[in-house]
């Protein structure tokens, strides 16, 4: 494998990186070298990245190619390692452990596709590997379809795996595609909470056209946000926008109780401290009574194809005069329960019927327990018992602070621990010692929960059966069917990382024939998807946030936030400004083949040209906040969003708004 | 007279968020303003009535115009040992806390506006509304109730830190020998020297490099001090300018002898 990687990127040479990304060979090897000093026996170096590797339509490449560097480096599963994801927003990790992208159920089982997977059995046969721990995923998968459906799941009807929605192709239902199929007319309905697409979009303009071709849209939000007034946006005459918009007031973290789970997997509970004024409900309160409401409506009914909303299991105890649901009910939902008297293996007592799970070892795929989503077990490990509220002092030495809230899996707060020590069980080195394997004890012990068998001895040979079938004693990676960390992936466009060139690019591409990545998305929408070529649009442009405002608006409804920049504008460097007459705040217009915007020039020496394949190009950057809802004249400005195509990288079909092609021209 | 409060704000550390800002209006209640333009991230130029706290923004570049440092400071009233604006006060509003630090009674202020072109920092502002002089109080409500200012409070990375001054003292100064081990070789204390310029401020700073880069004077000092030196040279130029009116009346009144 190594030989392999060796002969992939022997052209990626220190040179090649000067030509095609403008870093000049000095500063990359100062970086390179910095990087790879920081890693060994004694050391570990992180990786942090946000949306700028995320943002492309060669996005899962990019991160992928950090998370094999940081393996051969040996940066993965010990302290102060591993590739951290700065989120754009608090709860972005536990909003995906919890099933909002489309093709996963939560806990990361995959959503069922309807041609491969019509039955129970076909679903758990194809997507259940045949090692590692994900041979569990029966366990997990029939104890969500028990957590749903209750006693309507029954061995007998294959725990109701005919109600769940099984997707219609696996690429079918990304935000582009729902936004493209609005637009089309295909989509009729929106229900729209905590987003702002008419702004967030890429293509902008086209997406709030595709929001006034819905029939209807709800948005529940804290403020009138640019979706919600998307019928009224200065320019369009209200009368030509055929949707029709509820706006339902939402409540924010202070308002309700919750929890939100940050980048390093913790969940922290929080507890309402102020009631949401006037109509405000939690989201919670919403969908709850939407749930409600639907059954009162199909109750009765004796249609077979009614069952899923009649049968859904569905008491959450609202109580109050906004019916606020227990949201202590739903994190015991989400830990998993018993729904029966279980024993152990020797026929001892373990749990009583409805009693809390304390781990997710304990689950079956019997229906003998339900689980809302398995990887947080143990969170609600006994009634009454919450543990990501805890907020305990660290004890001596336990510097990860384990009584802080609930990290899953199991409060483990580094995942794929079993890296830390070497083969035979002992820390690299005492600097960054983990967790290492008691020989006299026989089991793993240290400064965190075991993520590995925790009495597998470090020479024991592959597990033939049980959960961890596969794994031998030196396989950290125990969530892969091998146990090994993996370099050669399956995932569509290919097995290793590879350099392809944006969409629009100033250069063409110099390490191979191959211009841009051939897998990519490319949405058909006629002259709407236009792209631009360097000669029209001869700069860089990049698109980013800024501190100060939040991704796409809440900050805009704050007079006190939206008081911190005088409006929305462009960064330019003092070089192209010179070249094109620009003084620092003059107007200009930024224009791509999709659309122009007019914002303000702020001329800083931050913003420097690249020498990229030998020529001079200039950067423009521009922050995206700003939309035409908000409290006052600096919240309010042109959508920088409207600029970006509509481009999708092949696996998660995420735009490309990092590294397109401009013109700008300063305004008369 | 109680221990001294003081605020240590390390420059090193501002990731120039300016949650600082918002948290102090939040907190003392100060209306929003239609923001300028200033031509960076900045937001106000200067203190006004209604803005106690300011981050500045500074780019540093080297001979070749790269950028070498972008510089973000939180800027607040310094309460200083020896406080000009104290000084100037004709009806006595401005008073000294027992924690050393500086207010203004909005009661007794009687608009005069002494205290503001008396501060070296152009931090006092008036108030139009209210016809009197505003400034920072170090949140005064919060630090007779135990609690530290709003801004050192909201700040993420612990740029500003609050207590009493001769704990942050000992802090600031092993902060700065870790910075000039680290390479930041001009990293130095602003105000923190009580046998220094205005008797030490009790709002001192960690800088990385010259006050100037930073808007601050190099050497702050109370408009008071000029009055001895000012007066002389005002005697001074009244002397020569009647010498010179001798001068030029003995020889017109030559002239009229011709």
Redesign the interface.
């Known amino acids: 494998m190594f030989q392999r990687l060796r002969r992939q990127y022997s052209r990626y040479t220190p040179e090649m990186v000067e030509r095609v990304c403008g870093i000049p060979k000095e500063l990359f090897l100062k970086v390179a070298d910095i990087y790879c000093s920081a890693s060994g026996p004694d050391k570990t170096a992180t990786v942090s990245y946000a949306l700028q590797l995320n943002q492309s339509t060669n996005g899962v490449q990019q991160i992928r190619a950090l998370c094999m560097l940081q393996l051969i480096l040996g940066n993965i599963g010990r302290p102060g390692g591993g590739v951290v994801a700065l989120r754009g927003h608090s709860n972005v990790q536990g909003a995906t452990d919890f099933g909002t992208l489309y093709h996963m159920l939560p806990g990361y089982p995959a959503a069922p596709l309807q041609g491969p997977h019509p039955t129970l059995t076909d679903y758990l046969e194809k997507t259940t590997p045949k090692g590692g721990y994900w041979v569990n995923n029966p366990k997990f998968v029939v104890s969500l379809l028990k957590a749903w459906w209750g006693p309507a799941a029954t061995t007998a009807n294959d725990y109701a795996y005919d109600y769940l929605p099984k997707r219609e192709k696996a690429d079918a239902y990304s935000h582009q595609h729902f936004v493209v199929g609005m637009y089309e007319k295909k989509v009729k309905g929106f229900i729209c909470m905590g987003q702002n697409p008419a702004v967030d979009s890429p293509n902008a303009k086209m997406a709030r056209q595709a929001l006034r071709n819905l029939e209807w849209m709800v948005v529940v939000d804290l403020f009138e946000t640019d979706t919600a007034a998307v019928w009224k946006e200065p320019g369009i005459d209200p009368k030509s926008s055929q949707v029709e918009v509820f706006y339902i007031p939402g409540a924010p973290a202070a308002e309700k109780d919750g929890s939100i789970t940050n980048t390093m997997r913790m969940a922290q509970w929080h507890v309402r401290a102020v009631e949401p004024p006037g109509d405000a409900r939690s989201d919670a309160a919403f969908i709850v009574d939407v749930g409600t409401r639907l059954k009162a409506l199909y109750a009765g009914s004796k249609a077979r194809r009614d069952r899923p909303v009649l049968d859904l299991v569905w008491d959450y105890q609202p109580q109050g005069p906004k019916q606020e649901p227990n949201m202590e009910l739903v994190l015991k939902e989400c830990n998993g329960y018993t729904t029966e008297d279980l024993t152990d293996k020797d026929g001892a007592p373990l749990y009583k019927k409805g009693e809390p799970l304390k781990t997710f070892g304990h689950l079956r795929d019997d229906g003998s327990t339900a689980c809302g989503n398995w990887i947080y077990t143990g969170i609600y490990p006994e009634e009454g018992k919450n543990m990501a509220l805890r907020r305990e002092k660290p004890k001596a030495g336990d510097y990860l602070g384990h009584g802080w809230g609930f990290a899953w899996p199991a409060n483990r707060r580094i995942i794929y621990n079993r890296a830390s020590a070497d083969p035979s069980g002992k820390p690299w080195s005492e600097k960054k010692k983990l967790i290492w394997w008691d020989a006299e004890a026989k089991k793993w012990v240290g400064n965190d929960v075991p993520d590995f068998s925790p009495t597998m001895a470090p020479d024991a040979p592959r597990a033939k059966d049980g959960p961890f079938k596969g794994v031998s004693g030196t396989d950290a990676f125990i969530m892969n069917p091998h146990g090994l960390g993996q370099f050669f992936a399956s995932i569509v466009d290919g097995p290793f990382p590879e350099h392809y060139e944006p969409f629009e690019s100033p250069t063409q591409n110099l390490l191979s024939k191959v211009q841009t990545n051939p897998l990519a998305k490319v949405y058909n929408i006629g002259d709407l998807n236009k792209l631009g070529t360097p000669d029209r649009y001869p700069y860089i442009l990049t698109t980013y946030r800024l501190t100060e405002h939040h991704a796409a608006g809440m900050s805009r409804h704050v007079p006190w936030l939206s008081e911190l920049f005088f409006g929305h504008f462009a960064e330019i460097g003092p070089e192209m400004a010179k070249e094109l007459g620009i003084r620092n705040g003059d107007m200009v217009t930024v224009e791509t083949p999709r659309a122009k915007i007019k914002v303000r020039a702020l001329v800083t020496e931050r913003i420097q040209p690249f020498m990229i394949n030998d020529k001079k190009v200039y950067q423009v950057g521009i922050p995206w906040h700003w939309g035409y809802q908000g409290v006052m004249q600096s919240a309010r400005g042109d959508v920088t969003n409207d600029l970006v195509a509509s481009l999708g990288d092949p696996t998660t079909f995420i735009q490309e708004s990092k590294a397109l092609l401009c013109n700008v021209r300063k305004e008369a | 007279m109680a221990r001294t409060l003081a605020m240590f704000t390390d420059v090193s550390l501002c990731?120039?968020?300016?949650a600082c800002?918002?948290a102090c209006?939040?907190w003392n209640q100060l209306a929003?303003?239609?923001?300028?333009?200033?031509?960076?991230?900045q937001?106000h130029h200067h203190f006004t009535d209604k803005s106690y706290r300011l981050v500045r923004f500074f780019?540093e570049?080297d001979d070749k115009?790269?950028?070498k440092q972008?510089h973000m400071m939180s800027d607040v009233c310094k309460h200083c040992a020896q406080a000009g604006c104290l000084e100037a006060c004709p009806t006595g509003a401005i008073y000294r806390t027992e924690y050393g630090t500086v207010n203004i009674n909005q009661d007794i202020c009687n608009g005069c506006r002494y205290c503001v072109s008396a501060c070296p920092f152009g931090v006092v502002a008036f108030n139009h509304d209210t016809g009197t002089a505003t400034k920072c109080t170090f949140c005064n409500d919060r630090i007779h109730n135990g609690l530290g200012p709003a801004c050192a409070k909201a700040c993420p990375t612990q740029s500003i830190k609050f207590g009493f001054r001769d704990e942050l003292a000992v802090v600031a100064r092993k902060r700065v020998d870790e910075l000039k081990t680290l390479g930041y070789k001009d990293a130095r204390l602003y105000g923190e020297d009580t046998a220094g310029d205005l008797g030490g401020l009790n709002a001192f700073f960690l800088l990385l490099g010259k006050p100037s880069i930073y808007g601050l004077p190099e050497k702050p000092k109370l408009p008071q001090k000029n009055v001895v030196v000012d007066s002389l040279l005002s005697i001074g130029s009244a002397l020569i300018v009647g010498l010179g009116a001798l001068v030029a009346f003995r020889g017109r009144g030559g002239q009229g002898d011709a």
Not at chain 2, 15 to 18: T, V
Not at chain 2, 32 to 41: F, R
């Open positions: 990731i120039g968020c300016r800002q918002v209006k939040q929003p303003e239609e923001p300028e333009w200033t031509g960076t991230y937001n780019e570049t115009g790269q950028i972008w």
